[in-house]
């Protein structure tokens, strides 16, 4: 796999490197590469090319798709898949784009957060033994979530200095993460920092703005 993730990340370069859209996104690519690459080599998780191509893409009917459903995987009672969580994990960190399910929330809703619900992460860390894999790659969404939740704002004088990624990112918290997905958030930082069991891992969670 990872000489394969090798050959693609070449060809895609030579054949877009100098497109706009590739331009745009190039530290987001970089960052998937990373990512799958050390999930490969540290867990043997592995991911198929098709699947890497919707990560690859922040806004798109099938990455819409490949969302919601990983969000799915982390609300449902079986435990969720290492690679599921690296690809949660990246999706937060990339912030690609979900959409509603049809129905209308109010702006501020919880419903609108596309992602693992914290209450969901902590309940899949109940799945797992101590200091397990699973356990280490969890507690790295909480920071990410953590993460996306403290984005400074970029000032719009200063767009050309940061990434679509990052100018995107900076919106989240003015515009698009709900308060009570925060306080959520809070609350399972706090209970996890409390759970002597975890105490090393939460730790090193950041504190929320």
Known sequence: MAAFTHKTTTTVNQEIINQPYYQRFVSDYNYIDQEIATA?????????TKTI????????EK??????????????????????????????????????????YRRNSIQNWHYALPNDIIKQLLNYSYGSDEVKELFELLKEQIALVNTPTIDGDKYGSYTHTEIRRSFGPRYNIPSELVEQLKDVRERLLEDEKYASFANELPEIN
């Open 53 to 60: 191509e919707i990560l690859k893409k922040w806004h798109t």
């Open 63 to 104: 990455s819409v798709e490949q969302i919601a459903s990983v969000k799915r995987a982390f609300a449902n009672d079986k435990p969720v898949s290492m690679d599921t969580i690296i690809l949660q994990k990246i999706i937060i960190r990339d912030y690609n784009q979900g959409c509603g399910d049809g129905h209308f």
């Open 40 to 48: 490969t080599k540290e867990y043997g998780v592995e991911f198929d």
